[in-house]
């Protein structure tokens, strides 16, 4: 049994935020910064800036927000609002970062940039594709079935090992650069407004999301080192996240310049696997690229035993009369290596809509978590900020469909609306001042019940 104690050595905060780092560390933390950098140019620097406001400081809320406000999982915090909202946004955030679109990514990520660079031009991808995933997912359900030391040996292996691998990388590129940041002309939306385009880049690394779902994997680690007092918790939980974000902010500000200062490599590129490969291979060679493929592959396939793990564990949780443990590792495995054959590109296609939806959800879910003490966390404020929210995102939903249903006359005159009358949607960001609005509305009723006398 654990000795109580309010205070973490510095091994073991140390500990806890690499741990935290391995857990964020995925396939969207490489490619798409790297692919930023390549799309953003000039522009790179307030593109990074929104990027790390979503890839890196809004994650460090989420994981603040459940050390702060106490809460014992996401679906406690969402409950805050009402307990059919929680399962809702329970399920949907698990199966965004989980079988929907981040396991399949980590698969489609491992194949692209580990093994298609690899192979000869006369190769029916598609098929190959098909076997690498059968192999992949064969391999993450062995695992996940059989959840024990396996996460801790290839995370304490694999991690520094892609890391050196990808500082060689990194530390080559910025000493011999194919371009100068100056000369390379941004693209679409870079152009015209490059900190936002940044900013809704990191709602794709899902890191804000899995925030929510991490938050309670460390303040389970700290009870387990002793730690039982809830500031000392929630105090070690916000150390934890600030030195692991840090961390990142860091990887992704080396990779996004390495992206710009290699634009002319991956002018061809459709996606951050792809340019990430053809930067590897052509600062590294072919031996650096087989070993960087290695790394990769075994990097995505431990995050992704995780997801699968986790996800497997919260249904079970949360459903504790339906089916078991095993049932839910094998169903999410089946379901992303299905989702894995549509392609890279085309994961990150339809996932985009997804994200713009669930990610205001989040945000809010975040601040009203970490400033909850101001009014008590009353559940009209929650309720009202959260209903305002949910209905701006919609349209954002919507505006990120694809362009064969955003340009049919109904959901044209729909987006059409929404950009005459929410401010910011055209950036996509809809859904501040409806938040705004709606957080004004619940206060107003939280100081009315509030100063009601008595009956």
Not at 36 to 64: D, E, K
Not at 218 to 246: D, H, M, Q
Request: aromatic share 12%; proline share 5%; net charge positive.
């Amino acid at each position: 049994m654990k000795a109580q104690t309010n205070r973490l050595t510095f091994s073991q905060q140390f500990f806890i935020a690499t741990m935290l780092f391995g857990l964020f560390f995925g396939a969207g933390n490489l490619i798409f910064p790297i692919f930023l950098g390549s799309q953003a140019g000039r522009n790179v620097w307030p593109a990074i800036t929104g990027l790390l406001i979503t890839g890196v400081g809004i994650p460090l809320l989420g994981v603040a927000a459940q050390g702060i406000s106490r809460s014992n999982g996401l679906q406690e915090m969402a409950g805050r609002v009402s307990p059919r909202y929680s399962i809702f946004f329970t399920c949907a955030l698990y199966l965004t970062i989980g079988p929907f679109f981040a396991i399949p990514r980590c698969a489609s990520t491992s194949f692209t940039v580990g093994i298609e660079p690899l192979l000869g031009e006369n190769v029916n991808a598609t098929v190959l594709l098909a076997a690498f995933s059968c192999v992949f997912f064969a391999a993450v359900l062995f695992f996940s079935l059989r959840p024990g030391k396996i996460l801790t040996w290839v995370g304490k292996l694999l991690t520094p090992l892609f890391l050196l691998v990808l500082a060689i990388l990194v530390v080559t590129a910025l000493l011999h650069p194919t371009d100068r940041i100056a000369d390379v002309t941004p693209s679409a939306a870079y152009a015209a407004a490059p900190f936002f385009a940044g900013f809704l880049e990191g709602y794709n690394t899902m890191d804000a999301l899995a925030s929510l779902a991490f938050g309670i994997v460390v303040i389970n680690v700290i009870r387990g080192l002793g730690v039982t007092e809830p500031g000392a918790i929630a105090k070690n939980t916000v150390l934890s996240g600030i030195f692991s974000c840090l961390f990142m902010g860091g990887i992704y500000v080396a990779v996004t310049i390495v992206g710009t200062r290699s634009h002319s490599l991956t002018v061809s590129c459709t996606n951050g696997g792809e340019a990430f490969a053809v930067i590897a291979e052509h600062y590294l060679g072919r031996a650096g690229l087989v070993v960087l493929a290695l790394t990769v592959i075994l990097a995505c396939l431990k995050t992704s035993i995780g997801l699968v793990t986790s996800c497997a564990e919260t249904f079970t949780a949360m459903f504790p009369n339906g089916p078991k443990y095993g049932f839910w590792a094998i169903c999410f495995s089946i379901f992303s290596l299905l989702v894995t054959n549509i392609g890279l590109n085309a994961i990150i296609a339809i996932s985009l809509p997804v994200l713009m939806f669930l990610f205001p959800l989040a945000i809010t879910l975040i601040l009203l978590a970490l400033l909850g003490n101001l009014f008590g966390h009353d559940t009209v404020v929650y309720r009202w900020v959260t209903g305002f929210t949910l209905a701006a995102a919609l349209f954002d939903f919507v505006k990120a469909l694809p362009k064969a249903i955003t340009e049919t006359p109904a959901v044209s005159a729909v987006i059409g609306f929404a950009d005459s009358y929410l401010p910011f949607f055209e950036l996509g960001l809809g859904w501040i001042c409806p938040a705004a609005v709606g957080l004004f509305v619940g206060l107003i009723f939280h100081r009315t019940r509030r100063n009601r006398p008595a009956a």
